[in-house]
DNA sequence: TAGGTAGGTGAATCTGCTA
DNA sequence: TTAGCAGATTCACCTACCT
């Protein structure tokens, strides 16, 4: 506990006192270093997204350094678990700071990892202060066997996804998700092939070159669901650069940070390599609660529908009319009122949306006043 | 942190120097009270697996009603409330302390979660000493879905697999998981579906008698995997006694710990109409595989098919563009949709299968759509 | 009896703009 | 800060009841 305190308080003071920030972002660049002390160099709130997929075996004692920069004596067997958990924690808690001040107040955070490392990373997010999501289960459509046939197959890693703060409005693309799953609403678990084949990058020895490459339709998911063209995404472990990569397709900004040299450059030959999708193609269904809305008694002083209509549910039990000022009065005389608050009224519902349980007639089959709104819409070119 | 110390202190002076243990242990007994009390009732090292389903610490807001305006019966125990993250991991640490103690050197031990607790619990199994060797994921075949459309829709919970330390000699019967999974090695995922119909337990009301009844196929495969016939399984969070039920299903000796009294009646009732297997009958019983289903989108997320190419009905009747989201726009811009939807649309058809309406071309002949689908199918062998 | 429709429900951190 | 209100939002599986 005493190491998790110093470390803290050291990476603390280095935060805030030292450096000027960089005052324009280092957009589609690698910034080499390690992360925390890049970090330092950006701005307060400047970043829309972070996707995160940092290192946890701790085998690979290189990759651990403490906030000051010093780096941490390589894991051995003279080292009990409390100490290299704490250590490791002490690691994610100054990481995690920095992700969160760099962070805008309505941006998100993900944190990809496995069993080893995703409890600590998961707790350390809610201790600073971060608001969990969804945790998201990748699985592995192919993943390695478990050859000694001593556990079960570890056939998926678990992201988390948070905002900022319990109240954070953040970016959530719900139609685009429910498009891209066949019209169901996309699920906290997602089933995924692993990184292989011909986009897995390769060294000039024909071997892998990072271990733990991800995939690019995780990414483009993750990217999809959770930013909007020209967002601006951090990516403090950038290894091979998939996160630029599929940031470079879909059109957001972004900035990586990467230690190894091997790494940057395999990365920026990567990145340079992949095009952008054509514009048409990224023209997706529209959020509905991006449309500009429309008041029911604008279609009524435009003539869509004539005041003295008739009105009704979709099972004929309630009866309305139009009024000239584009309320709705029970035929009954027992309630008036706005489209959707009478919607609520008779059905004793807390709430109602009016535009899809009031209906007109014509023909013989009851319509939406929804394709009212619809066409008005289509007309405007809105 | 000073709470955490005291209630940690308080228990280990309790269970070492005051009370003496049972020289017997209670098998088949529910001991009614608080479980880290109950649990210091039962001497050191005495325990082969442990199954816990801890509370979740939901902290839920208002009212949530459906799109139907119906309400949305929320957990809102008492039970389930902690007045803070730090509350919380004291209580979790408290009883995981207990259960460490009573577990065999050689036994192992499962925690149930979601993304509100798991982590924290994740964290205190490691920062106790326990090893994990696995965590599961519980797919929900059939889950509530997100109603607002504000997040992934929550279609999972985590189990994490522990055994007391890295060189302990756990159970797991290899062998059983994979002809229970068609002879294939059994993965960290498992789908299976929630606790509903008659499974579930209803009170004299008719309402359902616990909020969170785990299904029995769950600790099926959980006790199938982890313990022998004869094996002794603690459940320190019995609520119905799902735990005692699969134990006396599958002859596992068993001691729950309940601190409601109308859960432990309703266990009670519960364990004694369950029968024990036949020993004929234990050898398994198929699941039957869910079919997986494949999304447009998914193609569109591996690149199986760019975002920007054209397809088109057999009889070139209609052309549409494929966008990021899997969905598809038609060329003259007159409308848009999934695959499916869109295919009804430009026919007038109620319902159109995308999958064989849609095509694309290569060299210069059209290939339905569903041939990607299938050789998806074919590389990941699902 | 089979088949179809209607209604209920599940561990949920579940809205957002404007005045 | 809060009140008011427009309006967006669900999937799989169960039972009960009807034809």
């Known amino acids: 506990m005493a190491v998790v305190q110093r470390v803290q308080r050291k990476g603390t003071v280095a935060a805030t006192a030292k450096r000027p920030k960089l005052t324009v972002l280092p957009f589609e660049t690698i910034m080499q270093g390690d992360c925390i002390e890049q970090m330092k160099n950006l701005p307060d709130r400047s970043i829309d997204m972070i996707f995160a997929d940092p290192p946890y075996n701790l085998q690979l004692g290189g990759d651990l350094h403490r906030p000051d920069g010093s780096q941490v004596d390589a894991v051995d067997d003279d080292w009990d678990k409390f100490d290299s958990l704490s250590t490791y924690d002490a690691f994610t808690k100054a990481w995690l ?7 805008k107040d309505d941006g998100t955070i993900w944190v990809i990892g496995s069993y ?3 409890f600590r990373v998961g707790a350390a997010l809610q201790d600073e202060g971060f608001w969990i999501l969804n945790d998201i289960v990748w ?22 996804w948070c905002s900022k703060s319990e109240k954070a409005r953040y970016t959530f693309n719900y139609r685009t998700m429910k498009a891209l799953n066949d019209d169901l609403q996309m699920r906290s678990d997602w089933s995924l092939p692993i990184c292989s084949g011909g986009e897995r990058l390769k060294d000039d020895d024909g071997h892998k070159a990072h271990p733990t490459q991800k995939p690019e339709a995780l990414l483009y998911r993750v990217m999809l669901a959770s930013t909007e063209p020209g967002d601006i995404v951090l990516d403090p472990f950038f290894g091979t650069g998939t996160t630029g990569a599929v ?11 990467e230690r190894e040299d091997k790494y940057v450059k395999v990365a920026r030959a990567r990145i340079d390599s992949t095009l952008p999708l054509d514009e048409s193609a990224m023209v997706l269904m529209p959020e509905k609660k991006a449309q500009p809305r429309v008041a029911f008694g604008l ?35 027992m309630g008036a009122g706005s489209i959707h608050k009478l919607g609520a009224t008779v059905q004793g519902a807390p709430s109602c ?14 319509i939406e006043i929804d394709a009212l709104r619809q066409r008005h819409l289509a007309k405007t070119g809105e």
Request: glycine share 8%; no cysteine.
């Open 299 to 333: 279609l009524v002083e435009l003539g869509m529908i004539e005041p003295g209509t008739h009105v009704t549910d979709a099972k004929r039990r309630w009866k309305a009319e139009v009024k000239a000022d584009g309320t709705l009065a029970l035929l009954d005389g």
């Open 353 to 366: 949306n009016g535009w899809n349980f009031w209906h007109y007639e014509e023909a013989g089959k009851l």
């Open 116 to 118: 080893h490392n995703i």
């Open 97 to 103: 700071r920095e992700a969160r001040r760099v962070l």
């Open 247 to 257: 940031a470079r397709r879909l059109k957001r900004r972004w900035i990586g940070i």
């Open 139 to 160: 699985r592995k459509a192919n993943p390695m066997p478990n050859f000694k046939g001593t556990r079960f197959t570890n056939a998926h890693e678990t992201m988390i």
